[in-house]
Structures are given as structure tokens and as C-alpha cells.
């Protein structure tokens, strides 16, 4: 067994420098890796292009690195629900590229899978696609889009193993597994740390050879940005 | 009268089909679950990673780890699955959704459709749209027929950044069913009450008109 085990989120963020470009796994808030965002905050790297779905809340998720002006680019598929990225974006200190949520993930992946770039129908004839290579495959026009280049992973899961094995819950699924190995370094960060051996082999989601560094995290506030129900009959 | 809503999501759940997987956007998408016909077997996929969506948790049971797209907290039925994010653009890119149902800001005749961005004035992002649109065979604009301001949202042209090209095949409005076609928007159904005139009115792209328009049956 090849141990990916760190001692924590510090060592874990280790080597996160300035003007690093670096993905986050989630959807909204649903399981974005949160002990990692929160020691970024701290770090006070600056400078970080992000690659995330969306960009947190005003006050929670990547929006805390976003209110400390940490971050200099997006890349995101959605970015309502969030204030201060507004303002930042309209008057100009932030760059934010807006990309069709599928593209994001199959940029993901194509960084995983060592794919330079992948085809897809997302885009063409929309301003998405300016500048971008086009080309027609059985009537239908398609645009090419290059896989993503990133220094750092960071992923959450709801349990791992220090070989880096992974296995996520629910829809905290998202863009998680696609950002795996994706990035020179994949850190992930997981609800509960199982010893070894402990995982069925059969129900792991990703494999630990994805993973460079694992840890648990110290705690989650696993926040829910709709809150919606129904009454009991 | 012009349907409210709830009147265009009962219009469009008409149009569901037994065995189809139906991916349905924010707004008065969602609302189309509620009138689904009992007697039928459809699965609904968000893009978020979950098909067998089920109806919202009772109170105390939300789970944060069980979202849909629009990130609202969400139960799953017997048969559910989840899943990445590629995988879920795979079923949709792949062509494995069958409807999509989706919200709009503008449709033009040509099937041509805007609803992730007003220069300057809002910017949230296309999300999964430009990927529903782009790939799925058939899709369904729930919208209203005008905007707030009155003027109408199916035009000859787009003004609005696009989101897909020549996509949009049938549009459900609070006033009318229409469907996108070579020459124009040809007019399929009337909402209860409201006449051809009225809909000619709100329509600025070219509106087809042939024989007698029947009133919607909901």
C-alpha cells in the first residue's frame, strides 16, 4: 500500500503558492472541500485561478477566499447567489470565464484521462465558442475544448483510506471524481478516514492512484443553501 | 386567460411520455413534476448527478448531501441513482435524456434561444443549458409569452447572448403552444379564453396561423 495519508490541512495545502491555478470539487455548496478552502483563507495565498462550478456563497465556500481577494480568475459554469463576486466581476478586479457546465467536466476529465481536448456541441454558435477551433462531425457542428491544466486538485469525499481510495455521497458526487488526477497534485479530503482494508474494493469510486495527498477533515458545517421541504400529510 | 405557472407546467407535463427520462430546468420547469399522469413511469435527472429524483424531504429529513441543480434539498425514489458530473453529461450529451424542459429569456422563429446573460446587467452563467440544448432531440421552452415590461420574448432575432442555435422545437407560453418551423413560430394551441389576436400581438418573430386554433384541453 502506497500511503497518500497527510497529517492534516496543513500539510495538505502544502506548496499552494501564488498565481497557482486550482480546481474545487462541488456543486453550490454540496460537497466542496471546506477544510481546504478554509486554510487557503488563511494561507493568504493571492493570485489563484480557480476552476469550480460555481463560486460559493457571500460568506461560505470560495466566496471566503473571493471576500479576501485571494482569487484573481474563475472558471465556472454558475455564479448566481453570490454578491461580492458580482461587484467584483462588473467593476473588473476579477476575470471570470463562464463555460457550459458539461465542458467543465469533460475538461476535467480530459486532464484525467490524457486527452488534450475533446469535442463537444456545448457552445458552437454562441460566444462561447469565438476564437475556438469548430469542425463538423456527420452534419453537426462540434467545438474543440482543450483540457484543463491545474497545479492543484482539492476534492472532498465522505470516506477514504490512506491509499487514497475514495467513495462519495449522493449528489456530493458532482465534480469531484472528474477532478481527480486531474491537477499535478490531488488532494482530498474525506468525512471519515477508514483504516486500510476496510473499503470493499468493489464500491470504491475512485482509485487511490488519483489521489497524492488524503486527510480528514476536522469538521464540516455541510451548509445548504435551499432549504427546501414539503408537510407531513 | 393567460395560464399562470402552474397553467404552462400542466400544459408541458401533457406533452411526458411513459419510459422517458426528462431533465427539467430551474423554475417553472420544476413545477412540471407535479402533473405528471400517475399511470406512467418517467425518471427525472438533474445534472447536479441524481435520476430518480423523488419530491422534496419532509421537514427535518433535507439531507446537504442531496441537492438538485438548483440546489434545493431533494428525496430519491426506489430505482435511484447517483453519479459525477460527466457521467451526467454524458446521458445528456449522449442523447440518453429524451425531453429537456427549460426556461427562457428569448426564443427566435429560427429555434434559437437566450437565458444565461443581459450585458452589464446580469451575468449567472449558462450552468448546463448550452449542454441540454445543444444535444438533446427534443426540447421545450416554458416561458411567458412577454417579459415585464410587456414586450415579447419570441422574436425574429435574438438580442440577448445566445445559448443554443436552432434547437428549440416547441415553446409552451402562458398564452399559446407553438411550434418552431422552417417559415416561423406556427401556432398549435390557444391558453383557454385568449384569441389568435391576442397572441399575434405578443409574438414580434413571424406567427403561423392555419384553419381553426384549437384551445389547450388541460
New interface residues.
Partial sequence: MINKQVAGVQDAIAGVSDNMTCMFGG?????IPENAIAALVKSGVKGLTCIS?NAGVDDFGLGLLLHQHQIKKMV??????NDEF?RQ??SGELD?E?????????R??AAQAGFPAVY?????????AEGKETREFDGKMYVLEHAFKADFAFVKA?KGDAAGNLI???????????MCGAAKITVAEVEELVPVGELDPNQI?IPGIFVQRIFQGEKYE???????????E | MALDKNGIAKRIAKEVQDGYYVNLGIGIPTLVANYVRNDIEVEFQ?????LGMG?????G??????????????TTLPGAS?????M??SM??GQHVHLTILGAMEVAENG?IAN??IP?RM?????????LV??AENIIVAMMHTNKAGESKLLKRCSL??????CVKKIVTNLAVLEVTESGFKLLERAPGVSVEDIQKATEGTLIVEGAIPEMNL
Avoid at chain 1, 465556472?76 to 447567489?81: T, W
Avoid at chain 2, 438533474?46 to 441524481?50: A, H, I, L, R, T
Avoid at chain 2, 451575468?123 to 449542454?131: E, I, P, S, T
Avoid at chain 2, 447572448?161 to 436552432?166: A, I, R
Wanted: aromatic letters at 10%; glycine letters at 14%; charged letters at 25%.
Fill in positions: 456543486f453550490g455548496l454540496s460537497g462550478n465556472s459554469s454558475y455564479v448566481g447567489e458580482e466581476m462588473l471570470v463562464l463555460i457550459p457546465q458539461g465542458t467543465l467536466a469533460e476535467c476529465r463537444t456541441p456545448a457552445g458552437y454558435g454562441t460566444e462561447v465522505w462519495f455521497k449522493g449528489t456530493a458526487r458532482n465534480f469531484n471524481p472528474n469510486h455541510k451548509r445548504i443553501e435551499q432549504r427546501t421541504v414539503r408537510k407531513r | 438533474s445534472e447536479n448527478g441524481v419530491p422534496f424531504p419532509f421537514e429529513e433535507e439531507d446537504a448531501d442531496i441537492i438538485n441543480a438548483g440546489k434545493q434539498t431533494i447517483f453519479f459525477d458530473s460527466a451526467s453529461f445528456i450529451r434559437d444565461w446573460k452589464g451575468v449567472k452563467g449558462m450552468g448546463g443549458a448550452m449542454d445543444a444535444s447572448p445566445l445559448t443554443g442555435v436552432g
